[in-house]
């Protein structure tokens, strides 16, 4: 047993590990001991996948695939009870990711989760994640190695996608018209999207929208992100020319990531810097569950099309083009979403140190959406 421990020990600590061993810890200080200290435990949900975390804590769950009009085939998972009430019609949820995420991350915090917890209380929930993550990333004709797979961003999402889905899951439950949409961070921008540039199909098939960290207006994002995303601007160019078209693209990146930010001691500024981007709470243990799968895929388009809109002092607009705009938009700028055109319910939820879904912008959004003329 004494030889047996010491081996595995020593493959913790140069990073071979194997299937139980310890990944996640109680405190910072506990992860340069995390192969043998009793503060440091094994958690199943790193690395793992929505079918085997949901089925890990009881719940039934079906993967569906459904087809873009672009072609993307989006992946689509449904818990559509806990196993009780079988027979009792529930209200459908569908619940969309931030940028970077995929449908697993509201599974990530156990039994808390917020999938479990609406299952529990009477819904039928629906989880979608974002053509080019996780399982997502199929087309009919076009392969993840092709250019033009990468040519969309949070617009064709919300045109494209969105419509695709709600369609489903009006057509798979019978509930046309009763959906609700629950939106994160870039979640919510392609509900915007979907519900200014197709409203009369939103209005068909939706009942509401509920934005967590709404994302539209970006003017007031925190000073030291603005800075951080110029730099960006220069490197997209170089990435382009080396024929990479979205970032987290490779198994080899996730990895890397992952072996950075649940180790000691970069776990340290790698948690820091999580809090400050995505609000991460302050349980420890949960940073490698995260980062075992953040960020997946994101197109230098989506990314891209974000920074314009900061650029531009949060001017809420379509793909700017540059001296092509004419060519797309018969326009030198590219149009606005115009939001004054959603006819849903629209809930808003911001958190006051939010550094990028700011209180500030929140409440332009806000009026846009509620114009004094009382225009819905």
Aim: charged letters at 15%; a neutral charge; one cysteine or more.
């Amino acid at each position: 047993m004494l030889v047996w421990y010491i081996f595995s020990v020593t493959l913790v600590h140069f990073g071979f590990g194997y299937f139980t061993e310890n990944n996640v810890c109680k405190n910072f200080s506990d992860y340069a001991t995390i192969g043998f200290n009793k503060n440091c435990w094994y958690n199943p949900d790193v690395f793992s996948s929505e079918m085997l975390i949901a089925k890990r804590y009881g719940y039934p769950i079906k993967k569906y695939k459904v087809t873009s009009e672009d072609g993307y085939i989006i992946a689509l998972y449904r818990i559509p009870h806990n196993n009780t009430d079988l027979n009792t019609k529930r209200q459908p949820v569908l619940l969309h990711h931030g940028i970077g995420g995929q449908a697993l991350f509201w599974m990530l915090k156990q039994q808390n989760s917020l999938a479990f917890f609406l299952v529990n209380n009477g819904y039928d929930v629906w989880m979608a994640t974002a053509r080019g993550s996780g399982q997502s990333r199929q087309h009919k004709y076009l392969t993840t190695d092709d250019p033009m797979y990468w040519n969309f961003s949070f617009h064709e999402m919300g045109v494209c996608d969105l419509p695709a889905l709600v369609e489903f899951i009006a057509n798979t439950t019978g509930q046309k018209g009763n959906i609700i949409y629950i939106g994160h961070s870039m979640g919510t921008t392609m509900s915007y999207v979907y519900a200014s540039e197709k409203k009369d199909h939103a209005s068909a098939h939706l009942k509401a929208l509920i934005s967590l960290a709404p994302v539209a207006y970006m003017e007031y994002v925190s000073p030291l992100l603005k800075t951080s995303f110029l730099p960006f601007l220069v490197l997209e160019r170089h990435l382009i020319k080396a024929g990479i078209y979205a970032t987290g693209n490779s198994r080899a990146f996730q990895q890397i990531f992952y072996k950075i930010c649940s180790t000691h001691p970069s776990i340290v500024p790698c948690f820091m810097a999580m809090a400050i981007a995505t609000g991460l709470s302050e349980d420890q243990e949960e940073l490698p569950v995260f980062v075992s799968y953040f960020p997946s895929s994101i197109s230098l388009k989506t990314l891209h099309h974000y920074i314009q809109i900061v650029t531009s002092r949060g001017r809420f607009q379509h793909f700017d083009y540059g001296l092509d705009n004419r060519r797309y938009y018969n326009s030198s700028l590219p149009p606005i979403y115009d939001l004054t055109e959603i006819t849903l319910p629209v809930h808003l939820f911001v958190g006051q140190e939010d550094v990028l879904a700011t209180e500030k912008d929140t409440a332009k959004l806000y009026n846009k959406l509620n114009p004094p003329e009382g225009r819905r």
